[in-house]
Structure formats: C-alpha cells, structure tokens
C-alpha cells in the first residue's frame, strides 16, 4: 500500500515539467547522433545558432561590476526604489498613461502572476486566459486553490476572437464578484500573437462596460514577458497609453520580467505593477502585494534590481543595452521569418506569427506528430491542440528544415 504524509490540498503528481521533458530526449539524442543533426526547438530562451545561451554582456558587466555588497544584501521588500522607477520606465517608456502607477519587485513574471492569482480572486474562483496558454497559469491557479478556464484565442478567420472573450468574461462574471483576466501580449506565447490597438480598445470598452454596468470588477492581468521583442516602441507599447481613465474597478495589473528582457533567466527578476484612475485602489494594491512579498519570499535579487536602476539611469549605458538587445531581436527575427516563409512555401498551417519567441502550429494528435518528428531528431513542445515550435532556440536554417519536417510528420500521422 502506497504511503502518502503531504496535505490533501498539496497532492500532485509526480510528472517531470514537460519542457524540461523535451529537453532531455533532445539532449540525449545529441549525445548520440550529435547536437548538428537535431533540432533542439523546445526550450524558451534565446539561444546562438550553436545551442549555447545568448547572453547579454552588457547587462552581465552591469551585474558583475557591482559592489559586492549590492549583491549580496537584501533588497527592501518591496524592491529598491530605484528599481521600481526603472521598472515603471522600462515598462511604459513614451507610452505612460496618467493615472495611479504603483509597483512592487517580485522573482519574474511567475511571482507577478502569483500576487494577483492570490491577492484578487477568492478561493475556488476560476481566471480566465486564451486556450493557447503558458502553462503555469494552471499550475500557479491550482496551487493556491483557485481554477482556470480559457477562451478561443483565434476565430475562424485566425483574428482575435473578440466573441469568445466575451461570453467567457460574461460567464464567469455572472458568478463572480471579481473577474481575473490574463492576457499575454504582445508577443504572446506560444502563438507569437500581439493584440492590435483596436482590439485592445475592443476589450477595454467591454470590460469598462462589465465593471460599470454590473457592479463587477475586472482585474486585467497584462503579462508582458516578451516585451522588448515585440518591435518598436509604438508597436510594443502603444496600446499601454489605453489604460489611461478607466473605471475604477477595471484595473490593470502589468507582469514585467528581466528574464528575456536581460538573458537574466536564472537571476529571478521582475516587477508587478498596476495602473488605475483610483489612488485608493493604487494604495491598496501596493501594500497587499508587499505583504505578499513579505510573506512568500521576503524580498527579490538585489543585484538584478540594482543592474535595472543601473541602466535607466545611465542613457549611455541604456543605449548600448538596446543595441545589443537590437541584435537578439534581429537573430530572433530572422529565424522566425524564415519558418513562416516556409511554413507559406510547403502549405503548413501556423497561427498568425507577430513577434517573439514562439511559432503555434495547430494540428490533430500533437503528441503523434510529435512523436513522429523524434524520428527526424526534431524535439518541440507537444501541447493541447498543436504544436509549440521555439524558434528561438534554433538556427535559421533549422527554421527553415523544422517546417518541412513538420508538414511532412502531420501529414503522415
Ligand atoms: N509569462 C510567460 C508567457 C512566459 O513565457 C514566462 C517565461 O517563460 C513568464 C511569464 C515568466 O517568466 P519569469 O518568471 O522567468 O519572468
């Protein structure tokens, strides 16, 4: 008989994460056919062509540079204010709406998406997200007893499918004091999707008429991991000059993450803001999420903090990080593009691809055709209804081979 001593709440299965899964057998199959004939498309981070990690040296002199002491000491709970300046530049540069901006330092992204799955929704409660996801919302919802359900990203004409936010959003505010929406954009994973200036007015107009009408609030969850590789400025940060005026029960809470933005992946480093047109709800949300702060892993990285404050502080040294940023960008770019043209070239079906370090390939059976391109040596992501192909982790050429592999592999299965 199995023994089991772990809280009933805190069962989980033991199944290895399935990226890192992935991973593994592509690792494996390098060591015995050599790491030339595989294509390693599974991991999300920026990789050089040879597999290796790229790594921004200008921001890895800034951290390395520190006082000793910069790195080592704690960090004040909430984050160094420096940072949480930087952090609020970093976030909106020429697009800052008015209104109440607060923010609070937290380990990434994930713990951005922690302090609001825990701090707005009630026990048992269900956020929602798209139906192509990044798989820890579901993760992080079950783990503090709350659910997940999603919406149809795309229509059938591959645009927004404004319909389906709305009914999901209607759904769950008919039972709901508090509606948590969380929308990764723009270069949204895994699809590479960015949400259009006028599709994002088309969703804050029906949340503002959700809130307004119907006693509600609406918590819009904005993760925006991908940020600096969604294009210029205007194209990545337009839509944040939207969050200006809203009701007071809308409120926007913005995920922003040094991880891809810096290659500071394992340095744990990011902020949660909010913007809101009430200062109470502004003030509110700072102390609970400092509580949280406090609660769940004291403080953050100081050292990662301090390189943020470092850098947007010093324009010289701002600029050279954007340069080296433009390169990542470009490699990044160029990669994709080529599997698009491909994909276009061989007749492979793809979700529309704007920016950022995913490709979505939908098809029946992923695990099959999964399985199926092993055979090849090509390793992507398997998910619910298609494929995560992480073109940034893969040379230009592989890009290139991936997609005829991936067309001839669904069209066998
Ligand atoms: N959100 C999305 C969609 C992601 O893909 C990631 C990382 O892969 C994150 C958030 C957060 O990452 P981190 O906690 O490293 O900042």
């Given amino acids: 008989m199995s023994v089991s001593v772990v809280a009933p709440h805190s069962k989980r299965p033991a199944e290895e994460d399935k990226v890192f899964a992935a991973n593994r057998k592509a690792q494996e199959a390098a060591k015995k056919v050599g790491a030339d004939q595989v294509i390693n498309s599974t991991i999300g981070a ?39 300046e930087a ?16 923010g609070v330092a937290t380990p990434g992204g994930t713990g951005g998406i922690r302090h609001a799955v825990w701090n707005y929704m009630e026990p048992g409660e269900t956020l929602l997200t798209s139906d192509w996801f990044w798989a820890p919302y579901r993760t992080i919802a079950e783990e503090h007893g709350r659910k997940m359900t999603t919406f149809t ?4 004409k591959k645009a927004f499918n404004l319909a389906s936010f709305k009914e999901k959003v209607q759904e769950l505010a008919d039972h709901q004091e508090r509606v948590l929406v969380v929308l990764n954009t723009p270069a949204h994973n895994p699809t590479g999707y960015s949400l259009t200036d006028e599709e994002w007015q088309q969703v804050l107009t029906f949340l503002s008429n959700v ?65 809101s047109s009430s200062e109470e709800v502004a003030d509110e949300f ?22 943020l404050a470092k850098v947007y502080g010093d324009p010289a040294l701002l600029e050279k990080v954007e340069a080296e940023r433009a390169g990542f960008s470009k490699l990044m770019f160029d990669r994709a593009r080529a599997f698009v043209d491909e994909a276009a070239e061989v007749g492979l ?26 055979k090849d040596y090509l390793f992507l992501l398997p998910m619910a209804k298609g494929l995560r192909f992480a073109a940034c982790a893969v040379s230009v050429e592989k890009c290139r081979q991936s997609a005829r592999l991936i067309k001839k592999a669904i069209d066998k299965v």
């Fill in 349 to 374: 079906n793809i979700f529309p691809y704007r920016a950022g370090f995913f490709i979505t390939i939908p098809c029946e059976n992923p695990a099959k055709v999964s399985e199926e391109l092993t």
């Fill in 286 to 307: 700072e102390s609970t999420a400092a509580f949280s702060n406090r609660a769940v892993w004291s403080n953050g990285t100081r050292g990662a903090q301090r390189v």
């Fill in 153 to 156: 990203l795309f229509d059938e």
């Fill in 87 to 102: 952090a609020k530049t970093a976030v909106f540069r020429d697009y800052r709406p008015k209104g109440h901006i607060r």
């Fill in 211 to 275: 809130v307004e009408h119907q006693s509600k609030k609406v918590i819009l969850y904005v993760d925006i991991a991908y940020i600096d590789f969604a294009g210029d400025m205007k194209t990545s940060r337009g839509f944040m000059k939207q969050f200006e005026n809203l009701p007071q029960n809308l409120l926007i809470l913005i995920g922003y993450s040094m991880s891809k933005a810096f290659t500071f992946y394992g340095l744990r480093s990011g902020a949660l803001l909010c913007v």
């Fill in 46 to 84: 920026l990789l050089e062509d040879d597999g290796s990690l790229s790594i921004m040296q200008t921001a890895m002199e800034a951290f390395k540079n520190l006082p000793d002491a910069e790195i080592a000491a704690y960090a004040p709970i909430a984050g160094l204010p420096e940072f949480l």
